[in-house]
């Protein structure tokens, strides 16, 4: 089955986009997979660097709103992380991001990691 792509607009079509890769990313070279394969690893990383339209607040403001858009809590937060304590400490602005968290959070809530740098009080 053969799927016409478009600009990637949403995180439904993102995940579409990436399950379909996980399917042709070892396609012979110059086969139809292979350039369906080619335009989607274009795709995802133009969608990928506007960030989904990410909007201007804080570091921790921005983790929260991406936590509620893939339904994450912050035992998912920890869990990547491996320490539920500092995570809770971030969360509530009681520490700072660390190079890290910065690192691992930009990965699975698909923020720029020049978004998580911006400089932020603590309570």
Do not use: C
Not at 37 to 50: A, C, D, P, Q, T
Not at 70 to 83: I, M, P, Q, R, V
Not at 87 to 100: C, G, P, R, W
């Amino acid at each position: 089955m053969k799927t016409q792509w478009f600009l990637i607009d949403n995180d439904g079509d993102y995940e579409l986009a990436l399950a379909r890769y996980q399917e042709v990313k070892d396609a012979v070279k110059n086969s139809d997979e292979h350039k369906e394969k080619l335009l989607l690893v274009h795709l995802i990383s133009e969608f990928e660097k506007i960030g989904a339209n990410l909007p201007e607040v804080d570091p921790i403001e921005l983790i929260k709103i991406r936590m509620n858009d893939f339904g994450y809590k912050s035992a998912d937060l920890a869990k990547e992380y491996g320490d539920k304590g500092t995570v809770s400490k971030v969360l509530n602005y009681k520490q700072a991001l660390s190079l890290t968290m910065i690192r691992k959070f930009s990965r699975l809530l698909r923020i720029p990691v020049e978004a998580l740098t911006h400089e932020y009080e603590l309570r």
